[in-house]
């Protein structure tokens, strides 16, 4: 058991790294994208926890933009797999995500290209959360704030989440409380800047 335990932790690291490894490289082209349907499809994927779990899901209206389709999924399906594994004992998963458009001010403060149009989506859940002073850490590649015996993980989705708010010029934080809860806050432009 033990040996087989470890096999599939040692697979699973594998594919993790293997896709990780391949968002270096953007070789797909930006496309408009619907984050509603991405969100849609990436739920359907997680049908099964939502309901052993007896999960509450809430959204709000998401933008559509120029992105590569199979990094947003990537993207939300990490950030709601974390949601739903990393909830309290005896607390039903609440996940809530939303969108808004950025002030001025607030592009300033993230010094983002003002010639852009940036849309700030969050995502916020009532799970185990983590202390603040982690909030950089968290995405660091390997790096995980609890051992396999809590949670099951390899310590590459977060790190993979960061990669492509990169590869999208935009970026990605955290901010936490122990025992409340955990927001994940996604700044994107709505347009790219023409590559060349």
Same mark, same amino acid.
């Given at each position: 058991?033990? +040996?087989?335990? #470890?096999?599939?932790?040692?697979?699973? %690291?594998?594919?993790? &790294? =293997?896709?990780?490894?391949?968002?270096? !490289?953007?070789?797909?082209?930006?496309?408009?994208?619907?984050?509603?349907?991405?969100?849609?499809?990436?739920?359907?994927?997680?049908?099964?926890?939502?309901?052993?779990?007896?999960?509450?899901?809430?959204?709000?209206?998401?933008?559509?933009?120029?992105?590569?389709?199979?990094?947003?999924?990537?993207?939300?399906?990490?950030?709601?797999?974390?949601?739903?594994?990393?909830?309290?004992?005896?607390?039903?998963?609440?996940?809530? +995500?939303?969108? #808004?458009?950025?002030?001025?001010?607030? %592009?300033?403060?993230? &010094? =983002?290209?003002?010639?852009?149009?940036? !849309?700030?989506?969050?995502?916020?859940?009532?799970?185990?959360?983590?202390?603040?002073?982690?909030?950089?850490?968290?995405?660091?590649?390997?790096?995980?704030?609890?051992?396999?015996?809590?949670?099951?993980?390899?310590?590459?989705?977060?790190?993979?989440?960061?990669?492509?708010?990169?590869?999208?010029?935009?970026?990605?934080?955290?901010?936490?409380?122990?025992?409340?809860?955990?927001?994940?806050?996604?700044?994107?432009?709505?347009?790219?800047?023409?590559?060349?």
């Amino acid at each position: 058991d033990k +040996i087989l335990r #470890s096999a599939k932790r040692m697979e699973n %690291l594998i594919k993790d &790294v =293997l896709q990780f490894s391949r968002l270096a !490289t953007i070789s797909q082209n930006f496309e408009p994208v619907d984050l509603n349907v991405v969100l849609t499809e990436t739920l359907a994927d997680f049908d099964l926890t939502i309901e052993q779990k007896n999960a509450k899901i809430y959204i709000t209206n998401l933008p559509v933009v120029a992105a590569i389709p199979l990094q947003m999924s990537q993207l939300f399906g990490n950030l709601i797999s974390n949601a739903l594994k990393y909830n309290r004992p005896n607390t039903a998963p609440e996940i809530t +995500i939303s969108a #808004s458009p950025m002030s001025e001010t607030e %592009l300033m403060l993230h &010094v =983002l290209n003002l010639e852009l149009e940036y !849309t700030k989506i969050e995502v916020r859940d009532n799970g185990i959360g983590f202390t603040q002073q982690y909030a950089e850490q968290i995405f660091n590649i390997f790096q995980r704030l609890h051992g396999n015996d809590e949670f099951s993980g390899t310590g590459i989705g977060l790190a993979m989440c960061r990669k492509i708010m990169q590869n999208h010029n935009g970026e990605i934080t955290a901010t936490s409380q122990e025992g409340v809860g955990t927001t994940f806050t996604i700044i994107i432009p709505l347009l790219q800047e023409k590559r060349g």
